[in-house]
């Protein structure tokens, strides 16, 4: 299997198990930085994991 350098909206989402409005709300809020080619965006592998990671290890209460 091959590990793409980026992703698009949709696939960081299932990438990340997260959805593409929250993708979309992380570039939004400045949490995920993305790169443009015209008006495709692309974020990297390492911009997605290190957010993830940014994730709490508990449920809020």
Same mark, same amino acid.
């Given at each position: ?21 929250? @993708? %979309?709300?992380a570039i %939004?809020?400045g949490d995920?930085?993305?790169?443009? *080619?015209?008006? *495709?965006?692309? @974020?990297? %592998? =390492? =911009?997605l994991e ?7 290890? =508990?449920?809020?209460?």
């Open positions: 299997m091959m590990n793409p350098y980026a992703f698009n909206v949709d696939d960081a989402a299932t990438y990340t198990g997260q959805s593409v409005w929250a @993708i %979309r709300e %939004r809020k995920l930085t993305p790169s443009y *080619k015209g008006t *495709k965006v692309t @974020i990297k %592998r =390492e =911009e290190a957010w993830v990671d940014s994730f709490p290890a =508990e449920k809020a209460a």
